[in-house]
Structure formats: C-alpha cells, structure tokens
C-alpha cells in the first residue's frame, strides 16, 4: 500500500498564510525568497515555495527556519494569532 499524504493542519495553514504576507510586506516575489532560502544553505524552487504558501505542500521544519531567517526571525514569530482565529483556516 503506497504511503498516504499527511493533510495540512491549522497550524500549517496559518504558517503558510504567514509566509506568503510577510513576504509581499517585504516586497519580495517569490523567486526572490526562494533564492534567498537557498543561499541560506537550503535549497528551495519557487514553485515548492508558491506550493508552501498554497498549502499544496507541507512545510517541513528544515523549511520553515529556512524562510525564517530569509524573511527575519522575529516576522514568522510575531503572528501570534491561533490557527482558530485565521478566516478561511482549514477551508482550502
């Protein structure tokens, strides 16, 4: 039996929401952070970063402190909000 997909959970949505916000609030597009996530050490396409914010692909751990220090430490961290008071979480 091939192995079954892991489905996004709330948390990943609202990280992926996050993301995707903080990087147009940078003003970069997403080859733009995807080349930075990579000369970070952690090599990343536009297309899985566009997949990430669409909650099409999961965001591995590896991945998220990646795009964290491209984007600032502190950005992904300061949304504080809990994946219940996000609109729309959960119904992609």
Not at 11 to 21: K, L, M, N, P, S
Not at 49 to 58: D, K, P
Request: overall charge positive.
């Amino acid at each position: 039996m091939p192995p079954r997909p892991l489905e996004i959970g709330p948390a990943g949505h609202v990280a992926a929401q996050a993301i995707e916000r903080i990087r147009m609030a940078r003003g970069y597009s997403q080859r733009q952070l995807a080349a930075r996530v990579t000369a970070l050490g952690r090599p990343m396409t536009f297309t899985a970063l566009s997949r990430i914010e669409r909650a099409v692909r999961r965001c591995d751990i590896d991945d998220l402190v990646a795009i964290a220090a491209a984007l600032g430490p502190q950005a992904l961290l300061a949304d504080t909000r809990a994946p219940s008071e996000v609109a729309g979480v959960g119904e992609r």
